[in-house]
């Protein structure tokens, strides 16, 4: 477990954006994919909390840009008819469902 979970969330921070743009826009997913990795720009809010990085501490409700609030504007920006704001909102979408998986981890190792 101690492996699995650095792995699991960084895979999905880094990795899964470039998978999911390959199954979705293949013919753009390099573009694609640094959109939906540019997502995880929404980490910017942990620079808010004190300390700015705690390991124990889920960001799932915590952070500002990580709580269901965000998650519904996410959501509501999947409607966009631009491909690049429907890319960034589900790259979001799937840093939120990333660090949500981390929390449950964090909490089964305890």
């Not at 997913?29 to 929404?42: E, M, P, Y």
């Not at 920006?77 to 939120?96: C, D, I």
Request: charged residues 15%.
């Amino acid at each position: 477990m101690i492996i699995l979970q650095p792995l699991l969330h960084y895979g999905g921070h880094v990795l899964a954006p470039f998978a999911i743009a390959w199954l979705i826009r293949r013919e753009r997913w390099k573009s694609t994919g640094l959109v939906i990795l540019a997502a995880n720009l929404i980490d910017l809010d942990h620079l808010l909390a004190d300390p700015i990085f705690d390991p124990g501490r889920c960001s799932i409700g915590f952070h500002p840009l990580h709580t269901i609030y965000a998650a519904a504007i996410y959501a509501v920006l999947l409607l966009v008819p631009k491909w690049w704001v429907r890319a960034f909102a589900l790259g979001a979408l799937l840093h939120l469902a990333v660090d949500w998986g981390d929390c449950g981890m964090q909490e089964w190792s305890r």
